[in-house]
């Protein structure tokens, strides 16, 4: 069975700075998907970046980046320029194509203005 | 833009009470996944359609819930009787297809508190 581990529950940054939050998963499989989730408080859940595990190439979207060790099955973000809007909490999560997705247990993220 | 829509928001029940949760997809979208989310933890598939099918539902509890789409469209999700364990937030999402990578798209929830 697959499984997804984020071993921080929480961070905080100062805003305009840097964070990495750290996630690892396992699985025998070769083709799969890899995302970040934001889940703002009380709001709904929305995709914020996404790895297909055949790229080497790491996602980037806007200020967000991610870390995609395939070997050492390490799935890291990276958010640049932290915004208080980035204050949530932050699934990892793996799919096999168009199967469930399996979460981690999530990390809320505080921004400090 | 389009979204899911999912009803009622909150919910406030008593034991052994039975709860009902309706779910609409994204027009046009084929699967629908109803996750459960315990507070503090990651949402966990209950279960998933495709169209009207049933494709996965190995983690439903299937003594208590119970789930259908019958239209292949809006889908509702019951639990009879609930029990304070369920006490959750439960997710809707819904993609569009069978094949290959389709991005899931996220309902607001529904938060249920069982007394």
């Not at chain 1, 690892?24 to 934001?38: A, M, P, R």
């Not at chain 1, 050492?72 to 958010?79: D, H, Q």
């Not at chain 2, 509702?76 to 999402?93: F, H, N, R, W």
Request: charged share 20%; with cysteine.
């Amino acid at each position: 069975a697959q499984t997804v581990t984020q071993s921080q529950p929480e961070m905080s940054v100062q805003e305009a700075e840097t964070v990495t939050l750290s996630c690892t998963y396992d699985t025998s499989e070769s083709d799969y998907y890899l995302f970040w989730y934001k889940q703002p408080p009380s709001r709904q859940m929305i995709l914020v970046i996404r790895q297909e595990a055949y790229k080497q190439q790491n996602a980037t979207e806007n200020r967000f980046s991610v870390n995609f060790q395939k070997a050492a099955k390490s799935f890291s973000l990276k958010i640049s320029d932290s915004q208080l809007g980035d204050a949530a909490m932050y699934f990892c999560a793996y799919q096999r194509a168009n199967s469930k997705l399996t979460f981690g247990k999530g990390i809320t993220l505080s921004v400090r203005p | 833009e389009a979204e899911v829509a999912q009803s009622p928001r909150y919910k406030i029940t008593e034991k052994s009470q039975a709860v009902a949760f309706w779910c609409d997809p994204i027009s046009g979208h084929a699967t629908l996944y109803w996750y459960r989310q315990i507070l503090g933890q990651g949402p966990e598939l209950l279960v998933q359609f495709q169209d009207e099918s049933v494709v996965d539902d190995s983690q439903l509890p299937k003594d208590r819930f119970s789930a259908e789409r019958l239209k292949g469209v809006d889908s509702t999700l019951k639990i009879q009787p609930a029990e304070l364990g369920d006490s959750a937030m439960y997710l809707c999402a819904s993609s569009l297809g069978e094949f290959g990578y389709n991005e899931q798209f996220f309902g607001p929830g529904t938060r249920l508190t069982v007394l």
